[in-house]
């Protein structure tokens, strides 16, 4: 691939064959030299998990002038260390995720495959950032975020990140955005998860199901406040979990 150009590294946990994840290319082949690198089917819910006991493949799907696409049996991580490794003859200028079909605001970043793509480009350095969208279905119209994603996408590029951050990036369900807004991650949990079913056989089974509680619906400075409002919700994500007020009211405990 030229090298006059920038590269993006692409992933998903939707699969490779997702709409949104060639949306994604679809609309970022203009600002730079793209290889794809994504399981080879849904992986939701792997968050950072990687294959420590099973061998992992690869499979060229795709390649022309500047888009080079790959697919993995492996998790949505697996595919990021995989094309760092063995795919890529440079360090990419950027890695990105999604595009998600499903939000990724609050509690559900730290579930998202999808954030776990960019989580792993932010531990390697590389500036990343995950989008992804409210619209779960598999037809979603992803056209109304072309200008954001182009635009947050090439500010990235030329401007970068501060180093162990990235960007959780959340599209709401509507036609039109009512703009931009930088938020934080709201407070919220998952609620009645089991349900519990009885095989003919004889044995009980669970499926994992459940709703999302928001724990401040109020609060305008968060996520899904932007989300429920219309708004673009970006909110800065970082790997270091250190909660540094803690550390200073528990001081004393060291001897």
């Not at 890695?95 to 999808?114: K, L, R």
């Amino acid at each position: 691939m030229e090298n006059k150009r920038p590269l993006i590294l692409i992933s998903n946990d939707d699969g490779y064959q997702a709409k949104g994840i060639n949306s994604l290319v679809d609309m970022l082949r203009p600002l730079a030299d793209i290889v794809v690198c994504a399981p080879d089917g849904p992986r939701s819910g792997y968050s950072c998990a990687f294959s420590a006991e099973i061998p992992l493949r690869l499979h060229q799907r795709r390649r022309e002038e500047g888009l080079e696409v790959w697919s993995s049996n492996g998790t949505p991580v697996d595919c990021v260390k995989l094309a760092l490794a063995r795919l890529l003859d440079r360090r990419p200028d950027m890695v990105v995720g999604g595009i998600n079909h499903g939000d990724n605001g609050s509690v559900n970043s730290h579930y998202s495959g999808t954030m776990g793509v960019v989580m792993e480009g932010c531990m390697k350095y590389i500036p990343s950032v995950a989008f992804s969208s409210c619209d779960h279905r598999a037809d979603a119209d992803f056209e109304p975020l072309r200008p954001y994603i182009e635009r947050i996408t090439g500010r990235v590029l030329r401007e970068g990140l501060p180093v162990g951050t990235c960007l959780n990036i959340n599209f709401p369900l509507t036609a039109q955005f009512k703009g931009v807004k930088v938020c934080r991650m709201a407070h919220g949990s998952w609620c009645s998860e089991i349900t519990t079913c009885h095989h003919p056989r004889g044995y009980d089974y669970h499926w994992m199901v459940g709703h999302y509680q928001n724990d401040e619906p109020e609060a305008d400075d968060t996520d899904n406040w932007a989300l429920r409002h219309g708004y673009v919700a970006i909110t800065p994500t970082t790997f270091d979990v250190t909660a540094y007020e803690a550390m200073e009211k528990i001081r004393d405990w060291e001897i």
